[in-house]
């Protein structure tokens, strides 16, 4: 078992196999980066594999695949048929723009991965082109819709902005309602790669949408889930995730590797240590020093939480896979 230095259980690895991305979310990465990470500097999947063993063999069970767009990796599907191959049962998802979805779903789903989180931020084809600068709309609903046909879990992400996006709060949660998909609404987090003067709609203001139309009642967090989840009279679920609460880190399980092997122990921060020298060496020991020694500086909480409206993050989210 993975006990950070609060007492926390980590069990959930996040990995971001690119930086790269097909969109470019106004929230997220608005431009190109000045230069990508030169492609011979990503850890190959047999070396991101190896930190999956060890990681897999002191305690984590959860793993999803993340990026920028993680479809960009070719032969993702190889790779998730590694992880399965090695525990089938670590609950394997992958959170993707969905863009690509329609033409790899069935071959993800065959290689062993489980669930897809799917990122859409509007239902009027304008209003996502204007968030992700791309006229993606048509893509996005065909990979949901093949997700859904090959039998994938599928849960929607959405960030409401401000004067974007945020009128749709209600026509998102019925589109997934009525196609028997869970919605999480994300907060926006405040990051100095996002565009200026974004502003996101928090917790309560979605509730409080969403209270307009539909009572609902609260459920809470259920085990380690960033979600605070909401239950409508017909039982429907629907989530909010929102760091900015005061007690969003108490139950964190959870640490995020980059694609060039940074091991990261919160969203927040810019601290991070390298797992690459010891996995390209199939150096074992060294790899969960390095595992234990991240836990170990895993803080507390991040800082959107304090009361400080400018709170923003350097991390870029494209690196760290949100
Ligand atoms: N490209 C994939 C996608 O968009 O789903 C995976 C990577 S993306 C960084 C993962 C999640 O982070 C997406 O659901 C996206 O909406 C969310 N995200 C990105 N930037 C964010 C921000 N500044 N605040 C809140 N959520 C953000
Ligand atoms: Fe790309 Fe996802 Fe970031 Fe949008 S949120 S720019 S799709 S990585």
Redesign the pocket.
């Known amino acids: 078992m993975l006990v950070d230095g609060y007492g926390r259980n980590v069990n959930y690895l996040r990995i971001s196999v690119t930086e790269r991305?097909n969109?470019r979310?106004q929230?997220?990465m608005p431009e190109k980066p000045f230069s990508w990470v030169p492609r011979e500097n990503l850890l190959s999947f047999e070396d991101l594999f190896l930190f999956i063993k060890v990681g897999i063999d002191e305690g984590i069970n959860k793993i999803r695949i993340?990026?920028?767009?993680?479809l960009l990796r070719a032969d993702l599907d190889t790779f998730i048929k590694m992880i399965s191959d090695y525990r089938s049962d670590i609950d394997l998802a992958l959170?993707?723009?969905g863009f690509l979805l329609k033409q790899c779903a069935q071959k993800l789903k065959d290689a062993g991965l489980k669930r897809v989180?799917?990122?859409l931020?509007s239902l009027k084809p304008e209003i996502a082109m204007k968030i992700a600068q791309k006229d993606v709309f048509k893509h996005v609903m065909a990979g949901i819709d093949e997700a859904q046909r090959v039998g994938l879990g599928v849960k929607i992400?959405t960030?409401p902005l401000k004067g974007i996006n945020s009128g749709e709060v209600l026509d998102l949660l019925e589109f997934a309602k009525s196609r028997g998909m869970s919605i999480r609404f994300?907060?926006?987090?405040?990051?100095k790669h996002?565009k200026d003067k974004l502003q996101?709609l928090k917790a309560e203001e979605i509730q409080a949408i969403i209270a307009q139309k539909y009572p609902f009642k609260a459920v809470g967090r259920v085990g380690s889930s960033p979600a605070h989840l909401f239950e409508l009279e017909d039982g429907y679920r629907f989530g909010i995730i929102d760091p900015h609460k005061h007690d969003f880190c108490e139950d964190c399980n959870r640490i995020r590797l980059t694609a060039e092997g940074m091991l990261i122990p919160c969203l927040y921060f810019d601290e991070a240590m390298s797992i690459k020298e010891s996995v390209q060496k199939g150096d074992i020991q060294g790899a969960t020093e390095v595992l234990k020694t991240v836990l170990k500086n895993k803080p507390e909480k991040n800082k959107w939480s304090e009361d400080n409206e400018n709170e923003t993050s350097e991390r870029a989210?494209?690196e760290t896979?949100?």
């Open positions: 991305c969109f979310c929230y997220c993340t990026g920028g767009e993680p959170t993707t723009n989180n799917i990122s931020d992400n960030v994300i907060e926006y987090m405040e990051n996002a996101g989210f494209y896979g949100g």
